[in-house]
């Protein structure tokens, strides 16, 4: 079972709308949890880092919020873009090592 | 800061030929770099680490002499597809981790932007 799960795979928003991203992980111990962006045929880009002790992280139109108690992070897009188009990937990584756990990613297609 | 570049972007080539793909950090040193695979909307998966100076670390099911890494300086290194097939085809990514923070914490690994495999 893959250690960080993301919902919904895919989903398709009219410009300017808001959505939210989940992601739900077990990596256990808890370092830090990014979010990145990826566009097709792309490397992925990070948006944000979150260590345990922070709740919510901004980027410009992108919100992250991390709920370490219960291991769920969400990514929140404000006023949706066409650039916004992209896979949105949840990583997570374990205290003491380089290791990193990939979501799926959430696919998010702006149309005008 | 913190740039990786990859080269070539893509690639086409026969099968039973080699590929080789470079990943460069440019503006800072890596003694760590990672290289990922990645298919049609799936995750990134680890191939294998490598680490300058010593022999890269591979993932159970990566066939180390199928996929050969060379990590020769602080700022490169490669990553050898042998004898290619077409089931090689893939998005293959590196990333790096800044020279002191290898090991610490598992974040900072910055991520080129890739290279398209295809084997016909």
């Known amino acids: 079972k893959n250690q960080v799960e993301q919902s919904p795979q895919s989903l398709i928003i009219l410009e300017g709308k808001n959505c939210t991203l989940q992601c739900n992980y077990t990596v256990s111990p808890f370092s830090n949890l990014r979010w990145y962006k990826q566009d097709t045929g792309r490397g992925p880009v990070s948006l944000t880092i979150m260590t345990f002790s922070e709740n919510t992280k901004s980027n410009g139109r992108y919100t992250a919020t991390l709920d370490a108690d219960t291991k769920q992070s969400s990514l929140h897009i404000t006023a949706s873009q066409l650039s916004d188009s992209a896979s949105y990937i949840c990583v997570v990584s374990a205290y003491g090592n380089n290791r990193l756990a990939f979501g799926k990613g959430n696919q998010v297609v702006v149309i005008p | 800061g913190a740039v990786v570049s990859q080269h070539p972007s893509r690639v086409i080539c026969k099968s039973g030929t080699s590929v080789k793909i470079e990943c460069r950090s440019l503006?800072?040193?890596?003694?760590?770099m990672f290289w990922y695979r990645q298919f049609p909307k799936q995750s990134l998966m680890l191939m294998a680490t490598?680490?300058?100076?010593?022999?890269?670390?591979?993932e159970q099911g990566v066939e180390k002499d199928k996929f050969l890494i060379n990590h020769a300086s602080l700022t490169l290194s490669t990553l050898t597809v042998t004898s290619a097939h077409p089931e090689d085809s893939s998005f293959y990514i590196c990333?790096?981790?800044?020279?002191?923070?290898?090991?610490?914490?598992?974040?900072?690994?910055?991520f080129g932007p890739g290279t398209r495999l295809l084997v016909l």
């Open positions: 990333s790096a981790v800044p020279y002191g923070l290898a090991g610490r914490r598992g974040e900072t690994q910055y």
């Open positions: 490598s680490n300058e100076g010593s022999k890269a670390t591979y």
């Open positions: 503006d800072f040193q890596a003694t760590t």
